[in-house]
């Protein structure tokens, strides 16, 4: 069985600060690692506009225009259409091949049934 810890609220809430201190207190005894549900669809956001992935982890990029409109526009969108064709795809995808004696933390759930 999988160990999972979501961390849930909204943009610049605190989760990943939240993640930070969970990792220095469970990573003593654990592997803990750090996964995230966006992850699958900001590849798919380089694929189409050739922003890198690592960027789109910035507040200020995301704020930035990709065809006349901010990046964080064409993030949602692709993450509404994601879940309007398969409710949990991005679920499915953050959660393939999880070692079972790992500790995993999510620091960007934003839906119930994420």
Known sequence: MNNIIGILGKK???????YEMLHG???????VVKISFASKLK???????????ENLNNSDT???LFKDKPI????????EWGRNIIP????DTALINLNP????IID??????E
């Open 25 to 31: 207190i469970l990573s003593f005894d654990n592997e």
């Open 108 to 113: 960007d759930v934003r839906y119930k049934n």
């Open 72 to 79: 964080r526009f064409w993030l949602q969108s692709l993450g």
């Open 62 to 64: 995301k704020k930035q």
């Open 88 to 91: 949990e795809l991005w679920i």
């Open 12 to 18: 610049e809430a605190g989760k990943t600060t939240i």
């Open 43 to 53: 590849e798919m956001f380089f694929i189409l506009s050739g922003i890198k992935k």
């Open 101 to 104: 004696y790992n500790i995993y």
